[in-house]
């Protein structure tokens, strides 16, 4: 049991880190989108939601901080993947098991998520996703499609992902150990996110770069510090 409690503290751990990004749960798999972004008070600001509209979002979110929904969710995905151990669910086979799993969650809470938003707010937290994420907003299947990226584009960025998921695995294992903090990989994180950020934009031809740039819109999004 606390081996299966901590397990969901660091799935827990990652999804949140997604989500802020604009992950979301399929972004933990690197297919999320601008949804997760909704987790976030400076993009509510920005976005002018109502009183009524956030109560509607917060009742579609799952409550990170109750380990014990979060623990029926994670295992209510695991059977639904076909998965019957936590460590398997952080190995790379595991995370490919659940890829569709977490996609088609994700997929079916943007439609009721877009049902809550005005067209407008849709549009504009589009342009946020893309000024947020920067280049790595292409792993994101819609944007990849939408700008044109070719096979060989999102396989070498399928690639770049790999080493950046194992960073992270290797991260919450030296967590898990003691070696490091939760501030510590924080930190790591980001500066991981950055070189991805750089070594996603070698491999944009310059049109592809104009085109993310017009996605971005005009209004820039002030973007305060990231929760806790």
């Given at each position: 049991?606390?081996?299966?409690?901590?397990?969901?503290?660091?799935?827990?751990?990652?999804?949140?880190?997604?989500?802020?990004?604009?992950?979301?749960?399929?972004?933990?798999?690197?297919?999320?989108?601008?949804?997760?972004?909704?987790?976030?008070?400076?993009?509510?600001?920005?976005?002018?939601l109502t009183d009524d509209q956030k109560e509607k979002?917060?009742?579609?979110?799952?409550?990170?901080?109750?380990?014990?929904?979060?623990?029926?969710?994670?295992?209510?995905?695991?059977?639904?993947?076909?998965?019957?151990?936590?460590?398997?669910?952080?190995?790379?086979?595991?995370?490919?098991?659940?890829a569709p799993v977490i996609a088609k969650r994700a997929?079916?809470?943007?439609?009721?998520?877009?049902?809550?938003?005005?067209?407008?707010?849709?549009?504009?937290?589009?342009?946020?996703?893309?000024?947020?994420?920067?280049?790595?907003?292409?792993?994101?299947?819609?944007?990849?499609?939408?700008?044109?990226?070719?096979?060989?584009?999102?396989?070498?960025?399928?690639?770049?992902?790999?080493?950046?998921?194992?960073?992270?695995?290797?991260?919450?294992?030296?967590?898990?150990?003691?070696?490091?903090?939760?501030?510590?990989?924080?930190?790591?994180?980001?500066?991981?996110?950055?070189?991805?950020?750089?070594?996603?934009?070698?491999?944009?031809?310059?049109?592809q770069k104009e085109q993310l740039k017009t996605m971005?819109?005009?209004?820039?999004?002030?973007?305060?510090?990231?929760?806790?």
């Amino acid at each position: 049991m606390k081996k299966l409690l901590f397990a969901v503290a660091i799935l827990t751990i990652a999804v949140m880190s997604q989500a802020q990004r604009g992950g979301g749960f399929g972004g933990m798999m690197g297919g999320g989108g601008a949804a997760g972004l909704l987790t976030r008070e400076d993009v509510k600001e920005d976005l002018k939601l109502t009183d009524d509209q956030k109560e509607k979002l917060t009742a579609l979110m799952p409550n990170m901080q109750d380990r014990e929904a979060m623990t029926a969710m994670f295992q209510e995905l695991m059977k639904e993947a076909g998965i019957t151990d936590m460590q398997e669910m952080q190995t790379p086979e595991g995370q490919k098991k659940m890829a569709p799993v977490i996609a088609k969650r994700a997929a079916d809470m943007k439609k009721k998520q877009d049902a809550i938003l005005t067209p407008e707010q849709t549009k504009r937290l589009a342009e946020i996703n893309v000024q947020f994420n920067g280049n790595r907003v292409v792993t994101q299947p819609d944007i990849a499609k939408e700008i044109g990226m070719t096979e060989d584009q999102n396989k070498a960025i399928a690639d770049l992902n790999k080493k950046q998921n194992a960073a992270m695995r290797g991260l919450f294992q030296q967590m898990q150990n003691g070696e490091i903090t939760m501030e510590d990989v924080t930190a790591k994180r980001k500066a991981n996110d950055e070189i991805l950020n750089g070594e996603i934009g070698k491999l944009l031809t310059d049109k592809q770069k104009e085109q993310l740039k017009t996605m971005a819109g005009t209004k820039k999004f002030v973007r305060k510090d990231e929760p806790g």
